[in-house]
């Protein structure tokens, strides 16, 4: 049974028909649950189960990344649905440029970040991802992006980014919003200084040492929908921005996820957040003092004052003020809550 409303459609369900002809089921109904270019996911139904094949655009090396660490969580116990293999055992389907794989449906909801109780439970998901991954060896024939050590140089770069729109602002003025940017520079710009000495210094080399020893698969990803909220368990969905670095980053991107979505740093969701991680992956004073510097990198203002200075479409730039004068709420929100970060753990 196909449901279509559009000849874009058909072809898409086609695609998934052409795909599914290789595994051993026998097919009653494809529907597209989620589709873009880069990732799609329709449900099945077959006479015996609830499915769901996935789509990847992936190159072959990031692809093989991917699937290696799917595969071991999944093994392991990961919160991750386990893979369906097709009629000649093998894991995955290549069909026209794209990367399949078949598991079965797990019901549930995409995450809700207001909730607390979703968010403790993809605290405790995130951090036994952490703690499986320890034994998790890397495929000779992947290929892995290189985050692990590369947080001193990267910081830098932020740091000469943020001069750069220094000078663009200065240009700009009288504009509101660059006259905001100045205002603010020099306490961010001195900030990732800050930052800076904390990650060329010895205490983040010697995390990195460690991780290269036994290492740290980060999700790397944190959008409602890459997780599946049930009753009894949360399930990871889509963990195609794997990567290995140090779990600060998922923590980092997780705090930040859920901090943004409540528009301020909560002193009460941040202590549960923590408290529920470090239960299941503990972490030393010493990594948490990275953490902690990591935590203090101006994302947030970042993000947007990149999204303006790269904007060539000059007609979106018209709320720009306010989104930044709110934005800098939200980073002084962080910076109250960071000054009592030892109290909060």
């Not at 559009?6 to 051993?24: H, T």
């Amino acid at each position: 049974m196909l449901e279509n409303t559009s000849p874009n459609l058909i072809d898409y369900v086609a695609d998934a028909q052409l795909v599914l002809k290789k595994y051993p089921i026998n097919l009653f109904l494809i529907k597209k649950y989620q589709f873009q270019d880069k990732k799609a996911v329709w449900f099945i139904k077959t006479s015996k189960d609830l499915l769901s094949l996935k789509r990847y655009a992936l190159d072959e090396q990031k692809w093989q990344a991917m699937i290696s660490a799917y595969d071991f969580l999944s093994k392991k116990g990961g919160n991750i649905s386990p893979l369906i293999y097709t009629w000649d055992n093998k894991p995955w389907v290549y069909s026209k440029d794209y990367y399949y794989i078949l598991s079965p449906w797990v019901k549930g909801k995409p995450a809700n970040y207001l909730n607390q109780e979703n968010v403790i439970s993809i605290a405790q998901a995130v951090a036994k991802i952490h703690s499986l991954s320890k034994n998790f060896r890397v495929p000779k024939d992947s290929y892995w992006q290189e985050y692990l050590g590369s947080w001193p140089e990267k910081t830098r770069r932020k740091q000469g980014l943020l001069l750069e729109y220094r000078y663009q602002s200065e240009n700009l003025l009288p504009q509101t919003f660059a006259k905001i940017y100045l205002d603010n520079f020099q306490t961010f710009f001195s900030l990732l200084e800050d930052v800076s000495e904390a990650f060329e210094g010895p205490l983040y080399r010697e995390w990195v040492k460690k991780i290269s020893r036994e290492p740290c698969l980060c999700l790397n990803g944190f959008s409602p929908r890459n997780f599946s909220v049930g009753k009894d368990k949360t399930w990871i969905l889509h963990i195609d921005n794997i990567c290995i670095d140090l779990p600060a980053r998922d923590l980092r991107k997780f705090l930040y996820q859920v901090m943004s979505t409540k528009e301020t740093w909560c002193k009460e969701t941040f202590a549960t957040i923590m408290k529920e991680y470090l239960k299941l992956y503990p972490l030393s004073d010493d990594e948490l003092k990275i953490l902690l510097a990591e935590l203090k990198t101006p994302y947030h203002f970042m993000n947007i004052t990149s999204r303006y200075f790269l904007q060539e479409d000059s007609s979106k730039l018209e709320n720009f003020s306010t989104l930044l004068n709110k934005t800098l709420k939200l980073e002084q929100s962080k910076f109250s809550l960071l000054y009592r970060f030892w109290q909060l753990i």
